[in-house]
């Protein structure tokens, strides 16, 4: 495959192919390196029991497995729809080089995929969240923190 229109039909026809085989939502992604796809992601939130399992997140663990890294800036995504909050959090981890997507999150929240309440829910403070958050054994859990700041063999990403 050499162009990006080929690229993004075939995350399109992803969607289609596994929605319609019962594997979860109409979702599709694939990492494409080099003018070459690397990895195929789909979403298989139901069929899995993941909520985790988005075609994004798919595609990444799998290009990250082929490619034997953890970081893929040498990489584009292309993907069926605008990435949920979760999946731009991965992306930018990622660390992607560029970011191709067919529908919007508008066109998503118009079939019951609306994740307004995420973005809505990250810029509340802590106690206000609908999910109740609250700190325990910082002074422990810093010991972490700590040993991992002190190594000296520690691979940063």
């Not at 594997?23 to 990895?39: L, S, T």
């Not at 663990?61 to 970081?71: D, G, I, S």
């Not at 560029?98 to 999150?105: H, I, L, M, R």
């Amino acid at each position: 495959m050499e162009n990006k229109e080929q690229f993004m039909r075939e995350a399109i026809r992803l969607s289609i192919e596994k929605m319609q085989a019962g594997f979860g939502g109409p979702f599709g992604a694939i990492v494409v390196r080099n003018g070459e796809i690397v990895a195929r992601g789909f979403n298989n939130v139901t069929s899995s029991n993941d909520p985790t399992a988005h075609a994004e997140v798919d595609a990444i663990r799998k290009a990250c497995e082929t490619l034997q890294k953890h970081q893929l800036d040498d990489c584009e995504l292309y993907t069926s729809c605008e990435p949920c909050p979760m999946c731009l959090g991965a992306i930018y981890w990622t660390r992607f080089r560029k970011v191709y997507y067919g529908n919007t999150k508008q066109d998503a929240a118009a079939i019951g995929f609306d994740d307004q309440f995420i973005y809505e829910e990250i810029e509340k403070p802590l106690p206000k969240r609908s999910i109740p958050m609250e700190q325990m054994l910082p002074e422990e859990a810093i010991a972490a923190f700590q040993k991992w700041n002190s190594n000296p063999d520690k691979q940063e990403y």
